[in-house]
């Protein structure tokens, strides 16, 4: 059995033992096992006929007996490997010694046999008697010598009669010279204008391609490409731009006429400042920005790229112009700072103490935190972020803020002791959170001095007078509400943060503010804490004076009234709207994949689990899954991948009604739910969506959208949701096995159809590599189906590049040594994508192995001379000379003189010598 592979299960009866005895029996082939020493434990009856030993004879015999002198070592060797590496395909010819004392020369292929805990236990062997094709094999080795010497000498008489030839047509053929030469540079040109034609409509195509506006002007500042981009940007259509000057289109962006930088950079100078912002030059490439731009009533930002083009000699022929849209940029730019404004504003106006640090040092110090400490700013930039702690508490405070900037979870708040500069002791309650800061992990820390509430001795008039002026100037909502909710007392805070003035609030009822939706709910909570005199805290919404909602956190306490007759409720309310944005931007992503927008597992597990709590019926469940996704980005990379998966999102979203439930639950997995639906509408949708996908692929030709799909029906209580996902999961896998590996073949063919578009298999480059492919195969006598697979791996050994990116695989020079361990991951991918189609899978490994060398310096694995299979030395000789034999764009095809001179230097090195012979002869005897 091969290594990693599990024994096929038989299905049905097994085989009859009788049955496979008769069949062992009367096999040609001599069947031998042997334990791992070597010594026969079973030996077939056709060694009585081959070699006239009974079978008893061999039975306790190692296989060495047997064997030549002269054949023991290789044989030995042979079996070594084959029981340390567990597996060889290989095959070996020895000779064996008959029972008369001649010998025959067999085959024989060797394989492991394994105990059921997958351990090597027996040695099974296989031989072929090859006497006979050996002998024949000599006898042609021999004829083909004779023949080498006979063509030798009749190339000699050749020769001499090829010079007698030549003095004699020398005057004809000095006349014809001057006629052919002519001939020969008329149909030059007109090749090459038809090329020149050609490229000229690429690089227009091109140019057409591009997002962003591109224009190109000759050397006299003519328009010679106006792109769809410049169109839609410019309003100018490409037929009324083309050979007019490119600054009579400059009013699009300006109050009048003004040269274009595409026109600067062909006079080699550089615009007036006054004309563009930010120019500069980076290589070849100029660049510079401009707005704003008054763009259709919309302010714009524009980014422009011009490089000149040169002609083959190294002339200036022109130049080209890219425009593209950076208002965004410009906009998050001007955010940013505004943002990082406010904060310097807040922070250096805030009464708390704000720091920012890095490792160990401060980073930003506020004016608060100075004045609390008494070191200014650039004496706490020279020293150590706890060196202002006092030392009772400096080693706790480190440890929590480096394991806070190591990602660490620390708690949120805390106290302990400062060290003012004076000597002086102070209190602080500390915050501290991680920020990015400069593109690395920093410590925001706010500390506010809480030294007095530590003075116990402080008197009871000073604490309420404190505690009045804290109410008075705080901006949470302090509030004094009576049993049925009047409001007795409403602080300061009231206006600015509702826009309320406190002593009109007096006196009103308190739930009038809040939001309507709330109400009822407030109302409760206010019920409860008093009935109870408990304390209670709760969230609701409040209605700003100009109607406009904001959340709030509220901490209610019951308590008496001053004359003990009255229950009253004191509330300090905070706005937490901006907790609440992030916490429906959290909750957000915590239900939602983020590629697709779609639910995410998590959120369709827990409307399961509701569905089935709630004994909701009817309730329709489909499950589908993408099929080749794996292959698809092993080979066309995971941007692709996801773009399908993006695809087939929105294609969900467009077949199903709005209250479906959509839901990415794996990878390329998902699932919808569609609550209190027949079947007959379950069905409608699913026919709408293979209909969709229908549509999808006759558009689409860059991606095949595949979806296998399994639906079923929860129409009674008893059903559980867990019992209905299974049915339908079982459903789609059943549909995905029907047509995976069709699927498969027609992503493999999309992928060379991909390879063939990218124009990098040139032109009946497969057509002449099968037909010489087959030329060999067929003189060395290869059967007709190893010719066939000859010619598939000719047309598909080169599939693996479609997953190498095009600026290394079109790359004109040499590559770098990165670009080139990337191009040879060729093999490995085109491997991988061979043995996921059932049409390639056969050829998979010769497509892994086709860039071997037979020195051993190739690549993947290094093998070396026989190590290699076969065909991959055939199709490298084969690929080699169609490299040389056709024009390449950094050379022209070589003379067939000049390729089987470099094939013969090679040989040895990087092609087998034997296939080599063979193939120059092939090429001495065609026109091929």
Same mark, same amino acid.
């Given at each position: 059995?091969?290594?990693?592979?599990?024994?096929?299960?038989?299905? &049905?009866?097994?085989?009859?033992?009788?049955?496979?005895?008769?069949?062992?029996?009367?096999?040609?082939?001599?069947?031998?096992?042997?334990?791992?020493?070597?010594?026969?434990? $079973?030996?077939?009856?056709?060694?009585?006929?081959?070699?006239?030993?009974?079978?008893?004879?061999?039975?306790? %015999?190692?296989?060495?007996?047997?064997?030549?002198?002269?054949?023991?070592?290789?044989?030995?060797d042979y079996f070594n490997r084959d029981i340390k590496d567990e597996m060889d395909t290989t095959t070996l010819n020895f000779r064996v010694r008959h029972k008369n004392g001649s010998y025959r020369w067999y085959n024989v292929r060797g394989r492991i046999l394994y105990n059921e805990k997958g351990r090597p236990q027996e040695y099974l062997g296989i031989g072929i008697d090859v006497t006979d094709q050996i002998e024949y094999e000599k006898k042609l080795k021999s004829a083909y010598e004779e023949i080498e010497i006979a063509y030798q000498h009749?190339?000699?008489?050749?020769?001499?009669?090829?010079?007698?030839?030549?003095?004699?047509?020398?005057?004809?053929?000095?006349?014809?010279?001057?006629?052919?030469?002519?001939?020969?540079?008329?149909?030059?040109?007109?090749?090459?204008?038809?090329?020149?034609?050609?490229?000229?409509?690429?690089?227009?195509?091109?140019?057409?391609?591009?997002?962003?506006?591109?224009?190109?002007?000759?050397?006299?500042?003519?328009?010679?490409?106006?792109?769809?981009?410049?169109?839609?940007?410019?309003?100018?259509?490409?037929?009324?731009?083309?050979?007019?000057?490119?600054?009579?289109? !400059?009013?699009? $962006?300006? @109050?009048?006429?003004?040269?274009?930088?595409?026109?600067?950079?062909?006079?080699?100078?550089?615009?007036?400042?006054?004309?563009?912002?930010?120019?500069?030059?980076?290589?070849?490439?100029?660049?510079?920005?401009?707005?704003?731009?008054?763009?259709?009533?919309?302010?714009?930002?524009?980014?422009?790229?011009?490089?000149?083009?040169?002609?083959?000699?190294?002339?200036?022929?022109?130049?080209?112009?890219?425009?593209?849209?950076? !208002?965004?940029?410009?906009?998050?730019?001007?955010?940013?700072?505004?943002?990082?404004?406010?904060? %310097?504003?807040?922070?250096?106006?805030?009464?708390?103490?704000?720091?920012?640090?890095?490792?160990?040092?401060?980073?930003?110090?506020?004016?608060?935190?100075?004045?609390? !400490?008494?070191?200014?700013?650039?004496?706490?930039?020279?020293?150590?972020?706890?060196?202002?702690?006092?030392?009772?508490?400096?080693?706790?405070?480190?440890?929590?803020?480096?394991?806070?900037?190591?990602?660490?979870?620390?708690?949120?708040? #805390?106290? $302990?002791?400062?060290?003012?500069?004076?000597?002086?002791?102070?209190?602080?309650?500390?915050?501290?959170?991680?920020?990015?800061?400069?593109?690395?992990?920093?410590?925001?820390?706010?500390?506010?001095?809480?030294?007095?509430?530590?003075?116990?001795?402080?008197?009871?008039?000073?604490?309420?007078?404190?505690?009045?002026?804290?109410?008075?100037?705080? +901006?949470?909502?302090?509030?004094?509400?009576?049993?049925?909710?009047?409001?007795?007392?409403?602080?300061?805070?009231?206006?600015?943060?509702?826009?309320?003035?406190?002593?009109?609030?007096? &006196?009103?009822?308190?739930?009038?503010?809040?939001?309507?939706?709330?109400?009822?709910?407030?109302?409760?909570?206010?019920?409860?804490?008093?009935? @109870?005199?408990?304390?209670?805290?709760?969230?609701?919404?409040?209605? %700003?004076?100009?109607?406009?909602?904001?959340?709030?956190?509220?901490?209610?306490?019951?308590?008496?009234?001053?004359?003990?007759?009255?229950?009253?409720?004191?509330?300090?309310?905070?706005?937490?709207?901006?907790?609440?944005?992030?916490?429906?931007?959290?909750?957000?992503?915590?239900?939602?994949?983020?590629?697709?927008?779609?639910?995410?597992?998590?959120?369709?597990?827990?409307?399961?689990?509701?569905?089935?709590?709630?004994?909701?019926?009817?309730?329709?469940?489909?499950?589908?899954? /993408?099929?080749?996704?794996?292959?698809?980005?092993? !080979?066309?990379?995971?941007?692709?991948?996801?773009?399908?998966?993006?695809?087939?999102?929105?294609?969900?979203?467009?077949?199903?009604?709005?209250?479906?439930?959509?839901? %990415?639950?794996?990878?390329?997995?998902?699932?919808?739910?569609?609550?209190?639906?027949?079947?007959?509408?379950?069905?409608?949708?699913?026919?709408?969506?293979?209909?969709?996908?229908?549509?999808?692929?006759?558009?689409?030709?860059? +991606?095949? +959208?595949?979806?296998?799909?399994?639906?079923?029906?929860?129409?009674?209580?008893?059903?559980?949701?867990?019992?209905?996902?299974?049915?339908?999961?079982?459903?789609? #896998?059943?549909?995905?096995?029907?047509?995976?590996?069709?699927?498969?073949?027609?992503?493999?063919? /999309?992928?060379?159809?991909?390879?063939?578009?990218?124009? #990098?298999?040139?032109?009946?480059?497969?057509?002449?590599?099968?037909?010489?492919?087959?030329?060999?195969?067929?003189?060395?006598?290869?059967?007709?189906?190893?010719?066939?697979?000859?010619?598939?791996?000719?047309?598909?050994?080169?599939?693996?590049?479609?997953?190498?990116?095009?600026?290394?695989?079109?790359?004109?020079?040499?590559?770098?040594?990165?670009? #080139?361990?990337?191009?040879?991951?060729?093999?490995?991918?085109?491997?991988?994508?061979?043995?996921?189609?059932?049409?390639?899978?056969?050829?998979?490994?010769?497509?892994?192995?086709?860039?071997?060398?037979?020195?051993?310096?190739?690549?993947?694995?290094?093998?070396?001379?026989?190590?290699?299979?076969?065909?991959?030395?055939?199709?490298?000789?084969?690929?080699?000379?169609?490299?040389?034999?056709?024009?390449?764009?950094?050379?022209?095809?070589?003379?067939?003189?000049?390729?089987?001179?470099?094939?013969?230097?090679?040989?040895?090195?990087?092609?087998?010598?034997?296939?080599?012979?063979?193939?120059?002869?092939?090429?001495?005897?065609?026109?091929?």
């Open positions: 059995m091969e290594k990693g592979k599990e024994p096929k299960e038989i299905q &049905g009866d097994a085989l009859d033992k009788n049955l496979l005895v008769k069949i062992v029996n009367n096999l040609r082939e001599i069947i031998g096992i042997s334990d791992l020493e070597g010594r026969f434990t $079973f030996i077939s009856p056709s060694v009585k006929e081959q070699l006239g030993y009974e079978m008893a004879e061999g039975l306790g %015999r190692t296989f060495k007996e047997f064997i030549h002198p002269n054949d023991i070592k290789k044989y030995v009749l190339q000699a008489a050749e020769e001499e009669i090829k010079a007698q030839y030549e003095e004699l047509h020398s005057a004809y053929e000095q006349l014809q010279a001057a006629e052919e030469e002519i001939r020969a540079q008329y149909e030059t040109l007109e090749k090459n204008q038809q090329e020149l034609l050609e490229i000229h409509k690429k690089i227009e195509d091109i140019i057409n391609s591009l997002p962003d506006a591109t224009f190109v002007i000759d050397k006299d500042d003519n328009v010679i490409l106006w792109n769809y981009g410049m169109e839609e940007l410019t309003g100018v259509a490409a037929k009324d731009a083309l050979n007019k000057k490119s600054y009579e289109f !400059t009013d699009k $962006f300006y @109050h009048g006429k003004r040269y274009s930088l595409a026109h600067w950079c062909l006079q080699g100078k550089l615009p007036p400042p006054e004309d563009y912002l930010e120019v500069r030059k980076e290589g070849r490439i100029l660049k510079a920005q401009i707005g704003p731009v008054d763009i259709a009533g919309k302010e714009k930002y524009f980014s422009l790229s011009i490089a000149l083009l040169y002609n083959t000699k190294g002339g200036i022929e022109g130049a080209i112009e890219t425009i593209r849209d950076i !208002t965004h940029g410009k906009l998050m730019e001007e955010s940013l700072r505004l943002s990082e404004e406010k904060f %310097r504003k807040l922070a250096e106006n805030t009464p708390a103490m704000v720091f920012v640090g890095q490792g160990e040092k401060y980073k930003y110090v506020n004016p608060a935190f100075c004045e609390v !400490t008494g070191y200014s700013a650039d004496e706490l930039y020279n020293m150590l972020i706890w060196d202002v702690v006092h030392p009772e508490h400096r080693e706790m405070v480190r440890k929590r803020g480096l394991d806070r900037q190591a990602g660490k979870k620390m708690p949120d708040r #805390y106290e $302990f002791k400062l060290l003012t500069k004076e000597g002086e002791v102070k209190y602080v309650s500390y915050a501290a959170a991680i920020i990015e800061y400069e593109g690395k992990p920093a410590l925001i820390g706010t500390g506010i001095d809480i030294t007095d509430r530590y003075i116990m001795e402080e008197k009871l008039k000073r604490r309420e007078q404190q505690l009045r002026i804290i109410a008075e100037n705080t +901006l949470d909502l302090i509030s004094q509400v009576d049993e049925n909710g009047i409001l007795l007392y409403a602080s300061p805070s009231h206006l600015t943060m509702l826009g309320y003035k406190p002593e009109k609030s007096v &006196g009103a009822s308190v739930f009038n503010i809040i939001h309507p939706d709330d109400r009822e709910k407030a109302k409760k909570v206010f019920e409860d804490t008093i009935k @109870h005199n408990k304390t209670n805290r709760f969230e609701f919404r409040l209605l %700003r004076v100009d109607g406009k909602p904001i959340w709030v956190e509220t901490l209610g306490k019951a308590m008496k009234s001053a004359d003990g007759k009255r229950n009253i409720l004191i509330t300090v309310s905070r706005d937490i709207t901006e907790r609440k944005k992030l916490e429906e931007r959290m909750r957000f992503i915590a239900e939602h994949d983020m590629l697709t927008n779609l639910y995410n597992r998590f959120y369709f597990e827990q409307f399961i689990e509701k569905l089935e709590k709630e004994k909701v019926y009817p309730v329709g469940l489909i499950i589908s899954d /993408l099929d080749g996704l794996k292959l698809i980005n092993d !080979t066309l990379g995971h941007e692709a991948g996801d773009k399908l998966l993006k695809l087939y999102a929105e294609i969900l979203k467009k077949c199903f009604p709005p209250d479906s439930i959509i839901a %990415r639950i794996g990878g390329d997995e998902f699932a919808v739910i569609l609550v209190r639906k027949l079947p007959h509408l379950i069905d409608e949708y699913i026919e709408r969506l293979r209909d969709e996908i229908c549509n999808v692929n006759k558009n689409n030709n860059e +991606l095949l +959208l595949s979806v296998s799909l399994g639906k079923a029906a929860r129409l009674n209580s008893k059903t559980s949701m867990q019992d209905l996902f299974k049915e339908a999961d079982k459903l789609m #896998y059943r549909e995905k096995l029907l047509h995976s590996q069709s699927n498969k073949s027609s992503i493999v063919a /999309l992928l060379m159809k991909a390879l063939e578009a990218r124009d #990098y298999i040139t032109e009946g480059h497969t057509d002449r590599m099968q037909h010489l492919v087959r030329k060999i195969g067929e003189r060395i006598g290869l059967s007709e189906s190893r010719i066939n697979d000859l010619c598939l791996l000719a047309r598909f050994h080169d599939i693996g590049k479609v997953g190498i990116p095009d600026n290394i695989l079109f790359k004109p020079g040499k590559l770098t040594d990165e670009e #080139y361990e990337e191009m040879k991951k060729h093999c490995e991918i085109g491997y991988r994508i061979a043995q996921s189609s059932p049409d390639l899978a056969h050829i998979a490994d010769f497509i892994l192995k086709h860039h071997e060398r037979w020195d051993g310096t190739g690549y993947p694995l290094g093998l070396r001379s026989n190590e290699i299979p076969l065909e991959c030395r055939i199709l490298a000789l084969v690929d080699a000379y169609d490299a040389m034999s056709n024009d390449r764009p950094y050379r022209k095809a070589m003379t067939k003189e000049d390729i089987i001179a470099e094939l013969k230097k090679c040989s040895g090195k990087q092609f087998d010598p034997w296939l080599t012979a063979i193939f120059i002869n092939i090429l001495s005897e065609s026109g091929d």
